[in-house]
């Protein structure tokens, strides 16, 4: 076995994915297209209450909370918080008390993550959005005050320890892929806290996998220096991700190689490209993408391959994160007649 994958497998982690997901391919979709060859990573199937990509990084995270006896958990995100929805079922599993700040205001009817965050028993905090991460610390200062043990998970589960999930999959990834007998030339999937992006740009150089990384950002903008440094960040998790099995490896910004052009109206505003991508793949290959990350992202790939930039001859993987949960929150934007034809 690869030393690093030992070295990974070595760390403690707690048993919530169902793992390997199924690679497949697409053969429909790929023939609608005219090409490239389409493949699916169905990170959609991890298992915990709906899956999802956070399910790979609470291995680890989770682990780490039980290994420091903490008994509760706190965590932030949005109100269709995808990563909330796993945190809260991951705890459930283990017997963790769940804390979730949201950002927002509650709304009168919970659907779609924010139903199943309450049927999984986790306890809400809703705050402003610009407000969450200070939030977060209070919270956990205010448990521990209690006498409450907290463990507090960032946005999105997306630090050094989390991004491990990742690295792992990507030698998950590379076995199924030669099993299979494929050479992937391009994974594409959707960024936004970044800790999936390290992790999958980590787990490349760890595993010599060879083919194109292109992150689609949801709702990060490009660096600007001073005030916004996601993919400085995004590099600086690969890094320390890597310190963490004893490997000196650095990444700088330029080894995670984004797309901006898909922010559309902003974070979970629902538009054509999103609209056209889940309906595309629902009707040809019966598989559900989401209103917020995966739907944008399989658009921006499905874009890509439009204005022919990824060529015909190429084996694209489209690593599906797992939000299909979401897309009940968004009947309104998903079936209005108007948007009935694709
Ligand atoms: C969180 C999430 C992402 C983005 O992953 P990050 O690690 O936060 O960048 C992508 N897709 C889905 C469905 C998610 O929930």
Redesign the pocket.
């Known amino acids: 076995m690869n030393s690093a994958l030992q070295a990974i497998n070595e760390l403690n982690r707690v048993r919530l994915a169902h793992l390997p997901t199924p690679l497949h391919a697409l053969p429909r979709l790929t023939r609608k297209l005219d090409g490239p060859g389409l493949w699916i990573k169905r990170d959609d199937l991890t298992g915990l209450a709906g899956g999802?990509?956070?399910t790979r990084k609470l291995e680890f995270l989770i682990a780490e909370a039980l290994d420091r006896g903490c008994d509760s958990v706190v965590t932030a995100g949005g109100a269709q918080s995808?990563?909330c929805r796993q945190t809260a079922a991951a705890c459930a599993q283990v017997g963790l008390e769940c804390h979730l700040v949201l950002g927002g205001e509650p709304p009168a009817l919970p659907l779609g993550n924010l139903l199943l965050d309450d049927l999984l028993g986790s306890r809400i905090h809703w705050v402003e959005k610009s407000r969450r991460n200070n939030r977060l610390d209070e919270l956990g200062g205010e448990l521990r005050r209690q006498g409450r043990e907290p463990y507090v998970i960032p946005i999105?589960g997306?630090n050094s320890l989390g991004c491990l999930g990742y690295a792992r999959a990507m030698f998950e990834l590379k076995e199924q892929a030669s099993q299979l007998g494929i050479t992937i030339d391009r994974i594409v999937?959707?960024?936004?806290?970044?800790?999936?992006?390290a992790g999958i740009v980590l787990g490349a150089r760890l595993s010599g996998f060879r083919g194109r990384i292109t992150a689609i950002s949801?709702d990060q903008p490009p660096d600007n220096s001073a005030e916004h440094t996601f993919l400085a960040g995004v590099a600086q998790i690969a890094t320390e991700g890597a310190e963490r099995i004893g490997r000196n490896v650095q990444f700088a910004a330029g080894d995670c190689e984004t797309e901006y052009g898909y922010l559309g109206a902003g974070y979970g505003v629902v538009g054509e490209l999103e609209r056209h991508a889940i309906r595309e793949l629902a009707r040809t290959e019966g598989i559900l993408t989401?209103p917020?990350?995966?739907g944008r992202a399989l658009g921006a790939l499905l874009n890509m391959i439009a204005r022919g930039a990824i060529g015909p001859q190429q084996t694209v993987v489209f690593w599906h994160?797992?939000?299909d949960v979401a897309l009940h929150a968004y009947s309104a934007e998903m079936s209005t007649n108007s948007h009935s034809q694709s």
């Not at 936004?192 to 992006?197: D, K, L, N, R």
């Open positions: 999802g990509n956070k995808n990563h999105g997306s999937f959707a960024t936004s806290s970044g800790g999936t992006q949801i989401g917020v990350y995966t994160t797992g939000d």
